[in-house]
């Protein structure tokens, strides 16, 4: 498993023998730096290197490296080893865009701590916040990072992570603990989200509705509740039911209102957002399924954590 | 023997966090691995009676410390980190060092019997450990990120080791 400064890359076979010849080779500036590692600052062609440098591949006689390298067929064969693996990582990188669309997902990662401050401090305080449109720079809506509007997936993927643990550890003072119980509430909580996501496109779907949301916004606003809910249950497991309740309660109108001001703007046709009562059915039932979307939350809220507070 | 030296060179620059690079450009995951091997060794009940005490199975600390770094790893590139997957991981593992230290104290406190006292020191055995391995390796994690996202990277990591110092603490053979 030693590697100085090697990316494998997914897709190659891994060869079988694990030992590295150790290499110093005159004509290469720096050995370890033959697979650069993708993420620092210039990458060298991985097929752009004329002579192997004979790094990571195993070989059968592996101390003796003058005459090892100087056998022609072995430099072939180096040469060619080192094109599969630039090939393979090349389709890796090619084929992942196609399954997770990372550069779309990184725009939801954009994020600093300033903004993340400022946004949970809205979760549980909406009230006071009077501009909900999210910018937009030519087409393409902004980051996160310089609009506080603008949905974000660190958040909710870090308020999932811990309202799980938080679950954890309140079951673990209760006694009712074990490891397993920690994946049970995992995946009962990411069944239920994806429940709501479905649902909710579904109801957009037939509802007809033109509008910008998109599948990873949604999730994103759906996961902002579990703030809410570690807020909960962790007030829950210093104070008891009562500072339970009065933190639920309060996380939850809080939610309710954050989800109806961020999703009107984005399901509502524009004159019913600007607050002006536009009649019509297709504004009413978009208004129906605006407030069904909000009250699910608190309910949700409430149906994932009553059980971890005794 | 060299790859040993390497894991032990690794080994003392995470006991005394110092800036440098050697842990992050020659990455080996032999450190982690020893290190989750031991850990999770050491958190074995030794029930006899078969009976389901609730304490963590060898695999299910084993699936606790790796998908926990390969989450903080996702965290960390996905937030824009010029780390590679592998450092992450490497630095990410070696880190638990400090923990296992704190198990093994644990573990011969315990033989001495469990009370208050006991679980006062082993509480600040552990805490001590604890904030020990998230400085070793915020020192080395977050000098990848730009200072307006250190917090950012660094929260997921000190769940991680909550975890682990929470799997600890709460360990009775």
Same mark, same amino acid.
């Given at each position: 498993m030693h590697a100085a400064g090697l990316a494998a890359p997914a897709g190659t076979p891994r060869l079988p023998s694990k030992r590295r010849v150790p290499v110093s080779q005159?004509?290469? $500036?720096? &050995? %370890?730096?033959?697979?650069?590692?993708? @993420?620092? $600052?210039p990458t060298r062609g991985y097929g752009g290197? &004329? =002579?192997?440098?004979? !790094?990571g591949y195993p070989s059968? =006689?592996? @101390?003796?490296e003058a005459p090892f390298l100087a056998d022609p067929m072995s430099n072939m064969a180096m040469a060619y080893g080192s094109s599969l693996a630039a090939h393979g990582k090349e389709l890796v990188d090619k084929n992942i865009d196609r399954f997770i669309p990372v550069t779309k997902l990184k725009y939801y990662f954009a994020v600093d701590t300033v903004y993340v401050g400022k946004k949970l401090g809205l979760l549980v305080? &909406?009230? !006071? %916040?009077?501009d909900w449109e999210v910018q937009y720079q030519q087409d393409t809506p902004v980051a996160p990072r310089f609009d506080i509007n603008a949905p974000d997936l660190y958040i909710p993927a870090m308020a999932f992570i811990t309202y799980i643990l938080v679950a954890g550890l309140a079951l673990g003072t209760q006694d009712r603990? @074990?490891?397993?119980l920690l994946g049970l509430q995992a995946s009962s909580a990411l069944a239920w989200l994806t429940l709501e996501v479905v649902a909710i496109l579904l109801s957009l779907y037939l509802v007809t509705v033109n509008t910008d949301l998109t599948t990873i916004d949604l999730v994103a606003f759906l996961g902002y509740k579990y703030v809410g809910m570690i807020g909960g249950v962790l007030v829950g497991l210093l104070f008891g039911k009562i500072g339970y309740y009065l933190v639920l309660g309060w996380c939850c109108v809080s939610i309710f209102v954050f989800m109806i001001r961020t999703l009107r703007l984005k399901i509502l046709a524009q004159a019913a957002a600007e607050g002006v009562p536009v009649r019509g059915a297709r504004n009413q039932l978009r208004m129906y399924l605006t407030m069904a979307v909000a009250a699910a939350q608190p309910l949700l809220m409430y149906w994932l954590t009553f059980h971890l507070v005794r | 023997m060299r790859d040993l030296k390497a894991v032990g060179k690794k080994f003392m620059h995470v006991l005394y966090p110092?800036?440098?690079?050697a842990l992050l450009r020659d990455w080996d995951l032999w450190g982690p691995l020893i290190l989750c091997v031991t850990l999770a060794l050491m958190l074995q009940?030794?029930?006899? /009676?078969?009976?389901? /005490?609730g304490g963590p199975q060898f695999a299910e600390v084993f699936v606790v410390v790796w998908f926990g770094a390969v989450t903080i790893t996702l965290n960390s590139k996905l937030l824009?980190?010029?780390?590679?997957f592998f450092q992450s991981l490497c630095v990410l593992g070696y880190c638990i060092l400090p923990l296992t230290v704190a198990m093994l104290i644990c573990r011969l406190v315990l033989l001495a019997g469990q009370g208050p006292i006991n679980f006062m020191i082993r509480l600040f055995v552990v805490a001590v450990m604890f904030a020990w391995s998230v400085i070793a390796s915020t020192a080395f994690?977050?000098?990848?990120?730009p200072p307006n996202r250190k917090a950012l990277a660094v929260y997921p990591v000190f769940l991680f080791y909550f975890v682990i110092s929470w799997m600890i603490l709460t360990f009775t053979p």
């Open positions: 005159p004509g290469m $500036a720096d &050995p %370890h730096q033959f697979f650069d590692d993708t @993420s620092s $600052a290197q &004329p =002579s192997p440098g004979g !790094l059968p =006689s592996s @101390s003796h305080f &909406p009230y !006071l %916040h009077q603990f @074990s490891p397993d | 110092r800036k440098s690079n009940k030794s029930s006899v /009676d078969g009976e389901k /005490d824009g980190g010029n780390i590679s994690l977050a000098d990848s990120q």
